[in-house]
Structure formats: C-alpha cells, structure tokens
C-alpha cells in the first residue's frame, strides 16, 4: 500500500502549514518541561508521527472535508453552512483529531485539549483564516493540533528513555 | 440550533437503511442476555441514540462523505478510491463511529467491534452492496453498527435499573 | 443495582472535594462563552454527570486506588511508588479520566486537556498536596477534571437548546 | 525511566497468561485475512505491544487490582464485591484495556471488541476461572484481549506494507 508522507506534507503547505508550524506549536507544548528546546528536536517527532498510515489518512480526509465545504459542491447544505461557519458544537472534527492523538497516548490527548484552546502559533492563524469569507479550515486547525500534541508527546516519553 | 433527528431519519431511509433494520442489530447484540426481546423495546433507544446533537453531525458527515466518493467530486483521487473500495486498513470511518459508541461507555465499544466483525443484518447488506459498482457505504456500514451498538448498550443499563 | 450517586458524594468530601468545587471549574471552563455564570448553574450539570453508573464506578475505582497507594498495601511496590510521585509519563490515571469524558462528546475530552493543564482551583490544591508526604491524589485530580469537564460540555450542550 | 517489559511478561505469567497465549488469540483475530499463519509470525508483535511503557502500565495497574480485590484489603467493599462477581455493567476493566487499544488504531478497538465477546482461548479460561471462589480475574481478561487485539492490527498493518 502506497506511503502518502510527502504527500500529506505538500497537502499542508497547500493550506498553509509547514512542518516548521507544527514543530513551533509540539515545541510549545513541552516548553514547561524543558528550557531551550530547539526547533529541530521537535521536528523528527512531527516527521515521526507524520509516517504513519492512520494519520495520513486523517489528514488527507480532513483537508478534503474543508476544500468540499469551500467548494460548497456537498449535498447536504446544512452540513456544508455547519462547516463553513465552524459551529462550535460540531465535533466531528475533534473525533477525527483524537483518532492520532490517541495513537500516541493520554499526554498527546491532554496536549491537544490544551493547545486546542489556547490555539497558539498556526492554529490561532488557521482558525482566524477559517472566520474569514469563502476559507473553511474546520478540520485542518484540529488536525493540526492532534499532529503536534502528538509530536510533543513522543517527544516527552522518548526523553525519558 | 436545530434538530437533524428526523433529517438523519430520512438521511438513513434514502440510503437503504430503516430504524427497525437498526434496533434488529441492537436486538441481536442483547440476544445472548434475554430472552424474547421485542423489537419494540429496541426502537425506543434507538430512537433516543438519534436525537443526540453528536449522533446527528456523525451521520450527516459520513453519510454525505460515501455520497461524494459516489458522485467522485472529490479533488483527492486517492482518498476517493480508498473510500470507493473500502479498503481495510482505512480507520476514519470506524473513527466516527467511535464518536457515537463513546457517550454510551465501553459496552457500545465492545458491541460495535463484535457486530463489525459479525456483519449482521443490514450490516451485511450494506457491505456487500459497498463492494458492487458505483455504490460507496465505507462510512455508512460502521455508523449504522455505531447505532446499534450504543442503542443495545443503553438498554443494557436501563434494564439492571 | 445500586446507585452509588450520596456514596461518591461522600467519596470525594472525604477526600476534600465539594460538588461546589466542581461546579467551581466546569464554571472556569464555561467562562469565555458566557458572562456572569453562577454557579448553581453549574450544580445541576454536576449533578447529572454524577449520576451516571460508569462514572460513579471510575470515581469509586480512582478513589480506592489512590488510598491504597497511600495505605502501602499494593503488592507491586513499583506500582506503589509510581502512583505516590505521581510520575508523569504513568497514564492510567488520564485513562480513566478520559473514560468520563468520552460520555459528553469530544467538547468534554478538549475541555479536560484544557483544565489538567492549567490546573484551576481545586485541582492545583489536589495536585500540591499529592506532592506532599503520604498524600496520594494521583488518580482524584484527573477524575474531578473529568467530572467538571464534562459537567461544562453538558452545560454547553444544553445552552443553545 | 525502568522498562517494566519482563516484569510484566513475570506478572502475567503468574496469573496463568504466556505470551503464546496471547499470540494464539492475535492468530484466531487475523486468521481470517490469513491462511497457515504461524505463531512465531505474532509473537513478534506481542512483544513490540509488551515494549509499550502505556502498555506495561495498564498491564501492572490492571493485575494489582485483580490481586488488591482477591486479598480483600480494599476499604470499598461495595467496589470489591463488583469485581469479585466480575459485575457486567461496571466498564472501567475495559476502559483501561481500550487505552492499550487506542495505540494501535481502530482496528486494534474493532478486534478487541469482537475477542471479548467470543472468549477465545486463554480469554474464556481465565473468564471461567474468575467466576470460581476467591480468583478475580475481572481486568486481566481485558487486558489480555486487548494485547492480542492491538498485536494483531499491529501484524494487518505490517502485512501490507
């Protein structure tokens, strides 16, 4: 079965993300726990956490969800204006981020709820870009989250090694 | 907001699928515990498991995903033909599922990995149809299974009280 | 089967936790949705999560763990040790947490990864006093978390009905 | 940080559980996608799941409550007699069993679901055994199922690659 790694990758600079974003935000979540941790220790985790089959297919389903919406080619127009709008009470979104979060364990789904909320770096850019007209990133600020909260969790169980 | 109960009731219709066909599948996974369960008594949490605001999101998406592999509008061809022949190791759908078997606990769980394995009633039906030309029920097959799970699990606990 | 509802309410007291506590942070969780929330507003949502079976049986079980842990009378004395340190990479205690959580949808779960962080109220005094000597609040912090976590998501829920 | 791996293949072993237990029940999961599949080919995978420190966690938490409830030190006596009668609608055995599951993705919850409703091999064994006088074996059968469901879906997405 095909690896779809690079492109994943190229499907998250299409949207705006670099795996220096996601990095920045994985760095983030361990900064209580370590002083002076560097960009590119963060960045093997993410590269790490990107390889695998069920994350690749969660990326690839979410960024197509919100291109959909975009598109507004969906049937379902309610679904498509709950989308478009980011209604907060849709959870779909979240389900399909805990799916790699869990992967990785109770830190990374702890790490998730954290920077979910406090929507730094990126996420805060994406979820501002998805406010504004015609741009969905219902999915893709979620999946963004669950890929660097999982990232800093392999990163905190490795350190301990 | 509104309420998609009866939306999602037609959702499901229009797909081939009926409430009772869902409360058979929840009366099927109760089988082993009582004896002569009425469909009628399943109805009433099935019914109850439709009228959650998750529920409704998770059928709304996934039911229009399989329509949009099926009328093949989406950009990403891979991810289309993943979804048009079910490919086994694709998780998203089991994923969303999850999201209904969770807010009725662990026996949902345990239910719904027993009745996908299974594949029993609808669930059959709904599988091989997936497999014929043009058809996509990827999603379709695992929200229904998700539905009887939590419905059984929820006359579970009602029943002890 | 019994409802263990008064038993966990006299669980928790005796281990320095209040319904208002509770209420306490689900309200801290509501706050940048709702101005002047009060805090009876929040009991009722404490109360019903309360009175879930799976969730008085994970209070009852995190409860006994952490007493045990604290009587010495674990026969895996490195599981003893871990769970009187409180050791950060040991998650089962998250687990079990997030076992609550999952019944009030993906809202609750974010909530949770939120307030385990920032550790408001009751919970920076339970995890200050786990640290000290002969107190174990290992599995008690995550599960009052959980608890009002998914308090606040039922509220949420419930608010734009 | 200690690697628990041995001490946990010493742990199970006690209560009667090998590794080619569990690689027997991962065997009866897969065998349908499989003809003539050896054991040797899925003791590999019990391994690598056994190497997980959230693995080797869940397995010594999980074993020290079997025991805790056998000894009948526990203060909660209510709790003690719901794992001493194996009580079916107590859910927080298979809470903690899903969170080894989730490690492995979906299909590791699907298998866990089905094994744990058919009783296969070991898992019927020791089921039987914790309905006689003074054993409890309440969350090892869990816990085992879950090994063998994530080493399972751990050797389908090793297949293909």
Do not use: P
């Not at 726990?33 to 993410?46: F, R």
């Not at 399909?96 to 929507?119: E, H, R, V």
Request: some cysteine.
């Amino acid at each position: 079965m095909e690896d779809y790694r690079t492109k994943c990758i190229e499907l998250l600079k299409e949207r705006g993300v670099t795996i220096e974003d996601i990095a920045d935000c994985a760095r983030f979540l361990q900064a209580d726990y370590h002083v002076d941790l560097k960009l590119e220790e963060l960045l093997e985790s993410v590269h790490s956490v990107l390889s695998k089959r069920e994350v690749q297919h969660a990326i690839m389903t979410a960024i197509e969800l919100d291109k959909l919406a975009e598109r507004k080619v969906m049937e379902d127009k309610d679904l498509e204006a709950i989308l478009l709008r980011d209604e907060g009470l849709y959870g779909v979104d979240e389900v399909i981020a805990y799916g790699i979060c869990n992967l990785y364990g109770s830190i990374a789904l702890t790490n998730f709820g954290f920077i979910d909320k406090k929507k730094y770096g990126i996420i805060a850019k994406l979820n501002d870009e998805g406010k504004g007209t015609g741009r969905c990133n219902t999915f893709l600020d979620d999946i963004v989250g669950a890929i660097a909260a999982s990232a800093a969790s392999r990163f905190a169980h490795r350190w301990v090694k």
